[in-house]
Structure formats: C-alpha cells, structure tokens
C-alpha cells in the first residue's frame, strides 16, 4: 500500500499556505487553487457571502424596478415626452385650424363662383327703371315711336342676358388638391446629426429631441 500513496514532495501544496508547506487535501474546481482544509473552509464561506451579495444586489435592482414602473404608470409622460406631446398636440390644433380655414375660402369661392345674384340684381335694377319710365310715359302720354324701339331694345338685351348661360356653367371650373404627405409632415428626430446641430439650444430648452413641423403647401384652388 506504501507504494501506491503519493509522498510529500509530488504531493499538492496550499496555495494559500504558500510559500509554507501545507498539504492541499481539496481544489477548487472555479479557481483551481489547491488548500488545505483550513483554507478551503474559508474560501467555501467566502464563495456563500459572495453569493449572498449577488442576491442582495438583484432584490435592490427589483425593488428600483418597481419604483420605475410604479412612478411611469401614475405619470407615463415627464419632462421632454410631456413637452414633446404638447408641441404634437399643439400642432394637431394648429393644422386643423388651417386646414378648416382653407376648406371655407374653398366654399366661399364655390359660392361666389355661382352665383348670379349680382347679375340678377342689375337685370331687376334695369327692369325697374324702364317700368318708372313706361309709367311715368304712360301718364303723361308723351311716347312715341323712338321711346317704344328704346324701351323694346333694352328689354329684349335684358331678356337675352338672363337667359345667357352663365361662365360657370360653360367652362365649369375644377378641384386641384395638392396631396399632403402624413409620412414627412410631422417627424420626431433623434439623429446624431440633428442632435450635434441642436443639442446646445434644447439643453437650454430642456428638450432633447427636435421636433420639425412642416405645413406643406395645401392650396385649394378653383379655376
Ligand atoms: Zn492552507
Ligand atoms: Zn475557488
């Protein structure tokens, strides 16, 4: 049996002993370190605080978690978000506004366009000048011929000028709508680029992303 033991001098030595002679009965599979039973003890304790820590720190990160989800679900939108959602709601605001605004001077150039009320207003004023002076003629009988003619002449122009297709309805006029582009109109940018160029002005501002709002050209026209 003597043969088959080690003898000291090929035996392991305590790493943690060392430089004293220290036989190792264990190792450490995780630091290959060979110790004595004294020091494996002590890095078997040290290995359970080490790993007690590991647990503390991961209960504390849980615990901050949780203060964050709490703290984000009673007021989802802080500081730049909140700002940056009022400048959308602001433009959201301001672009129906125009938007309203260009599709009431459309109607209001339909309407214009359509109506004939100024030339019947004129045809009415003509009409009732010539019943003053047929009324008046009558009256007083002083007609003749050439009064007759006048009076014939200006209401057959009249007659003809009502009955006149208006420009409207000989060369009707058409919708141009220039289409808008949802996609480019309203962006938030975070790029590096925009973010160098502005970076010093919305740290003043305390914003950190710029928001361009761009109104493309609407124009409503008719012809
Ligand atoms: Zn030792
Ligand atoms: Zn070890």
């Given at each position: 049996?003597?043969?088959a033991?080690?003898?000291?001098?090929?035996?392991?030595?305590c790493?943690?002993?060392?430089?004293?002679?220290?036989?190792?009965?264990?190792?450490?599979?995780?630091?290959?370190?060979?110790?004595?039973?004294?020091h494996?003890?002590?890095h078997?304790?040290?290995?359970?605080?080490?790993i007690?820590?590991?647990?503390?720190?991961?209960?504390?990160?849980l615990?901050?978690?949780?203060?964050?989800?709490?703290?984000?679900?009673?007021?989802?939108?802080?500081?730049?978000?909140?700002?940056?959602?009022?400048?959308?709601?602001?433009?959201?605001?301001?672009?129906?506004?125009?938007?309203?605004?260009?599709?009431k001077?459309?109607?209001?150039?339909?309407?214009?366009?359509?109506?004939?009320?100024?030339e019947?207003?004129?045809?009415?004023?003509?009409?009732?000048?010539?019943?003053?002076?047929?009324?008046?003629?009558?009256?007083?009988?002083?007609?003749?011929?050439?009064d007759?003619?006048?009076?014939?002449?200006?209401l057959?122009?009249?007659?003809?000028?009502?009955?006149?297709?208006?420009?409207?309805?000989?060369?009707?006029?058409?919708?141009?709508?220039?289409?808008?582009?949802?996609?480019?109109?309203?962006?938030?940018?975070?790029?590096?680029?925009?973010?160098?160029?502005?970076?010093?002005?919305?740290?003043?501002?305390?914003?950190?992303?710029?928001?361009?709002?761009?109104?493309?050209?609407?124009?409503?026209?008719?012809?």
């Amino acid at each position: 049996m003597a043969t088959a033991m080690k003898n000291t001098a090929t035996k392991d030595m305590c790493d943690m002993c060392s430089p004293k002679q220290v036989i190792a009965i264990m190792s450490c599979k995780g630091c290959l370190k060979d110790m004595c039973r004294k020091h494996f003890n002590e890095h078997r304790d040290k290995l359970s605080t080490d790993i007690y820590n590991v647990s503390d720190l991961r209960d504390n990160i849980l615990q901050e978690l949780q203060i964050a989800i709490d703290r984000a679900s009673k007021s989802p939108h802080t500081g730049t978000a909140l700002q940056l959602s009022k400048q959308i709601d602001e433009w959201k605001t301001k672009t129906i506004e125009r938007v309203s605004q260009a599709a009431k001077e459309a109607h209001a150039s339909v309407e214009c366009l359509f109506s004939r009320k100024l030339e019947y207003d004129q045809v009415q004023q003509k009409v009732d000048q010539i019943t003053n002076e047929l009324k008046e003629q009558q009256e007083s009988e002083s007609f003749v011929e050439t009064d007759i003619d006048h009076w014939m002449k200006q209401l057959k122009q009249l007659k003809s000028d009502l009955n006149r297709p208006s420009q409207v309805e000989t060369n009707p006029p058409v919708l141009q709508i220039q289409s808008i582009d949802w996609k480019s109109i309203i962006a938030i940018s975070t790029s590096n680029e925009n973010y160098d160029k502005l970076s010093q002005n919305l740290f003043e501002q305390g914003i950190l992303y710029s928001l361009s709002i761009n109104y493309s050209q609407t124009a409503l026209r008719l012809q």
